[in-house]
């Protein structure tokens, strides 16, 4: 089977499930699912340490509750940070881990958690300094051979970390998440960017607001300027911005609210090119060269 394609205009990050007490509820998860669904929004973006486990935890028993809707939803998954953020004098220390055995075991983990048969995408979620590229390479290629994850990718990599990588690969790593936003531009500059889109990755944008941080200063009031113009909204702004960008990058949000998820809907696919250079430029503080 072959992996499922990103066509959505953003991806729903699963990163506070866990912090939301009423969507607890399996049937009122299944519902707020269901909405989404209906919006054409059919993309949920976990890792397997948000709320420790909670996160899959909790979509997972929506689906069990709604057994159809296993079938009707794309899953992205992320696993390599061990012990995260342990409590002083735990004897813990936070670590990468993109063993074979480490992945491994968080995709069955997964797996079990979100009660899907199949990881659409499955991604190292940051660098492992120690891996062997070779061992961790076979064991994604194994993963999708096995048909429990119907791609591989990354998160947070290097250019040169990700080649590495797939240099000892059979299956092409086709999906690559970092922070990307437009007070984040950091990757259209440094080449990191363009490497990915030279490598053919689909390219994933966390914190696409800069949590919220964009919607203020001088980049807010571009975007507030351009909003009443369209009709449209500073958020959804942003977001068109992003795929603006060639490879046209995926924003995935953090929200949960419906309110803000329509909020982010209502707006172009892409931006004009005069409108996009000139909030680069509010972000910047300049025009470019």
Request: aromatic fraction near 8%.
């Amino acid at each position: 089977m072959p992996a499922a394609t990103f066509e959505v205009p953003f991806l729903l990050g699963m990163m506070r499930l866990h912090e939301s007490p009423a969507m607890h509820d399996a049937k009122q998860m299944a519902d707020w699912i269901e909405a989404r669904l209906a919006q054409g929004l059919n993309w949920f973006d976990h890792a397997d340490i948000y709320g420790s486990g909670q996160g899959e935890t909790l979509f997972g028993a929506a689906l069990r509750s709604r057994p159809a809707l296993a079938k009707r939803v794309n899953i992205v998954t992320k696993a390599s940070i061990a012990n995260d953020n342990p409590f002083p004098g735990s004897g813990k220390v936070k670590h990468y881990n993109a063993s074979p055995a480490y992945l491994n075991s968080a995709i069955n983990a997964s797996l079990e958690r979100l009660q899907v048969e199949r990881l659409d995408h499955f991604l190292i979620h940051r660098p492992d300094l120690l891996m062997d590229a070779e061992a961790t390479g076979r064991a994604l290629d194994d993963a999708i051979e096995a048909g429990k994850i119907g791609a591989a990718g990354i998160s947070n990599h290097l250019p040169n970390q990700w080649q590495r990588l797939q240099s000892a690969m059979h299956q092409r790593l086709s999906a690559n998440q970092i922070e990307l936003s437009i007070t984040r531009y950091t990757p259209l500059f440094d080449g990191s960017f363009d490497a990915l889109c030279t490598d053919r990755h689909v390219p994933l944008a966390w914190s696409p607001l800069a949590g919220g941080q964009l919607l203020e200063g001088a980049v807010g009031d571009c975007l507030n300027k351009w909003a009443a113009e369209w009709e449209s909204s500073p958020s959804a702004l942003a977001l068109a911005w992003l795929r603006s960008l060639p490879n046209s990058p995926v924003p995935v949000i953090g929200s949960l609210k419906p309110e803000r998820i329509s909020d982010m809907l209502n707006g172009p696919a892409v931006l004009p090119r005069e409108a996009w250079y000139e909030l680069l430029e509010a972000a910047r503080g300049h025009c470019v060269a």
